[in-house]
């Protein structure tokens, strides 16, 4: 599907913000990549040689159900789409995941797991169709990021899940992550995974300095021409609402306006360099810029092949968010999918997982169980945050469909997209 086909119809300021996350975002360069830099090319491929059936009509007696008949019982299988390089691979054979096999074996059901989730609004061009014609996408459980996550359920085209099939999920999920405001009580969704935004510095570059916070990324003459911003909306200006003593989960209009103004004026005295996606990993790795704004994933490979490289966690706080298991609606294998999200939630797969992945579980109590097979993964704060640090996480509020035009709108002018 081409890029326009995927964002017709869209507002033009939230559709040139889709457009810009696909070219220039997460999507441009995914952070699955930079953690792994194993240079495998995953592209997104057909859906009938990955062994996921084409989307089909389901006949419920009810066109405007959301949930089929269950066909788990019956047939012991379950389709899953997750983003490239997001889950655990055997060193020798990159198509086999341990912690699927295990899965496997405890409960039966074989896992058809499908890297085909190569972007947030992509991955929407491809199931929309289907989801809007009440069919069936062919998918069991999806991972998307939490912003897509609440369109979905805003939209109806997600399953509410069964609560006594997911107690591991219930019982270990993170405080924090129990009541986002897109998804009050985890009715319908379980994160996969958590992405933090920092701020980060090479040292070399900065002659020693520290740099610890946005408003010396906005202010800071030594940095003058040599910081970079991200060209994602809720990153960015989340980092500075929260820099300006404003809440990013409770901000108003005026707020959004006067954090876009004191990013305009960095921009006018050219503090700022220019807006990026995940492309600043290389500069920040050179020292062509001097500090940023960054994802936490990205710096734990980029820490590792370069020690000047540090981050900050800034007195102000840091934006978070997380990517989120989803069963669709109209899914036809909704008891196996919703076994599976209560397996990742066992403490000792959520360490295997995250050793692989390097991402923040949202499973509860697993630091003695990851020290088992990661020690450095362990006691780092980008992968299992200190209290201190969790306490000092920002979720940015879900937007009305008026709100994320008109802001979308704005940023756009902000950064020239």
Request: charged letters at 25%; aromatic letters at 8%; hydrophobic letters at 40%.
């Amino acid at each position: 599907m081409e890029l326009h086909e995927i964002t017709a119809g869209l507002p033009e300021p939230v559709r040139k913000a889709w457009e810009r996350s696909m070219t220039n975002g997460r999507a441009a360069l995914t952070r699955r990549t930079l953690l792994r830099a194993t240079g495998l090319a995953v592209g997104a491929g057909s859906l009938a040689a990955c062994g996921i059936p084409p989307a089909k009509s389901v006949a419920t007696g009810d066109s405007t159900a959301n949930q089929a008949k269950d066909l788990s019982d019956t047939e012991k299988v379950v389709n899953f789409s997750n983003w490239p390089l997001y889950i655990d691979v055997d060193d020798k054979d990159k198509e086999k995941h341990a912690s699927l096999d295990q899965f496997t074996a405890a409960t039966g059901v074989k896992v058809r797991y499908t890297e085909d989730v190569n972007d947030n609004v992509e991955f929407f061009g491809k199931v929309k169709p289907q989801l809007a014609a009440g069919q069936d996408t062919g998918r069991d459980l999806m991972v998307l990021t939490d912003w897509m996550a609440g369109k979905l359920i805003r939209l109806g085209w997600v399953e509410k899940l069964e609560m006594a099939n997911v107690t591991n999920a219930i019982t270990n999920l993170e405080a924090r992550f129990r009541a986002p405001d897109w998804d009050p009580g985890r009715l319908y969704s379980y994160p996969w995974a958590g992405i933090q935004t920092v701020v980060a510095y090479n040292k070399k570059a900065t002659k020693g300095k520290a740099v610890t916070s946005v408003a010396q990324l906005l202010d800071d003459p030594e940095l003058k021409g040599r910081v970079t911003f991200l060209s994602e909306m809720r990153d960015t200006v989340g980092m500075v609402l929260l820099s300006q003593g404003k809440s990013p989960e409770k901000f108003t209009a005026d707020d959004y306006n006067g954090a876009i103004a004191r990013l305009q004026k960095a921009v006018d005295s050219k503090q700022i360099r220019k807006f990026t996606g995940n492309d600043y990993g290389q500069e920040l790795s050179s020292g062509d810029i001097a500090a940023c704004l960054a994802w936490g994933g990205d710096l734990i490979q980029l820490r590792a092949d370069n020690p000047d490289i540090e981050y900050v966690i800034p007195e102000d706080g840091y934006l978070a968010s997380t990517d989120n298991m989803l069963v669709p609606a109209k899914a036809q294998h909704k008891k196996n999918a919703e076994k599976l999200i209560d397996f990742y939630y066992q403490p000792k797969v959520a360490a295997e997982l995250t050793a692989s992945i390097g991402y923040v579980s949202g499973v509860t109590g697993i630091k003695d169980e990851l020290a088992k097979l990661a020690p450095d993964m362990a006691e780092n704060p980008l992968v299992l945050p200190t209290a201190e640090m969790a306490a000092k996480a920002h979720v940015f509020r879900s937007l009305t469909e008026a709100e994320e035009s008109e802001f979308e709108d704005k940023f756009s002018k902000l950064i020239g997209a």
